[in-house]
């Protein structure tokens, strides 16, 4: 099943209220596309989203630490207890060392919470795959928020990635993300061999999110 994930950033339109009535949509797009949504809203939305919809809902970021002195770390303890399922890791705009990233799928996996590593091009892909999450997803950092999708502009990565992985660890599963807006965007890259996509502004920044999360879903 194709999977979509949807990053809530920390835009104003998904935050707090916002935050709540996209998850909402997302899982109503789920629902009536059968199509599987997670949304990854920011740590302190991810309880009353959780407790609001039955979609996944993952962390942005999550720190390889446990229970102690910690100040201001995200634990998987806690994001466990407030209902997430899964937490991205080392994304662009959250990047995080080799060390942190192995830490943080440790942690993860240890209190049952699903994995999906950023990465940013076929070499860090490779080194992604080789810890084991349960996805890795290639994202070009300049293509973020452009809305010139990655699977269109950069088919190399994906295909490179998806290739890597296959010989790496075929277990772990393959997205992209970056400019994906339009359904023809998450077609082109399920083409590539990718099992879905990350994407935030493209849907989160329009100026009807449902719509939007429709036309991606149902045009591909
Ligand atoms: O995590 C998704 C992201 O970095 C891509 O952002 O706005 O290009 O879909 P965007």
Known sequence: MTLIVLNFKTYREA???????????????????????IAAPQVADIHAISEAVK????????????????????????LKAAGAS????NHS?????????EASISACKSFGLATIVC??????????????????????????????????????????SVDAVKKIEPGVG?????????GEDLKAALELGSEGVLLASGIVKAKDQRKALEELVTGA
Request: hydrophobic letters at 40%; one cysteine or more.
């Open 93 to 101: 705009e959250r990047r995080l060392k080799l060390a942190d990233i």
């Open 174 to 182: 393959v997205l992209c993300g970056a400019g994906i807006t339009h």
């Open 55 to 78: 979609i996944p809902v993952y962390a942005q970021h999550i720190d390889g630490v446990g229970y102690g002195g910690f100040t201001g770390h995200v634990t998987a303890a806690s």
């Open 86 to 89: 899964g937490s991205l890791i």
């Open 119 to 160: 990465t940013n091009n076929v070499a860090t892909t490779r080194a992604a795959a080789a810890m084991k999450p349960d996805y890795v997803a290639v994202e070009p950092p300049e293509l973020i928020g452009s809305g010139i999708p990655v699977s269109k502009a950069d088919p190399g990565i994906v295909k490179g």
């Open 15 to 37: 935050t707090g209220d916002n935050a709540l009535r996209l998850a909402e949509i997302c899982e109503d797009v789920s629902k009536e596309y059968s199509v599987k949504i």
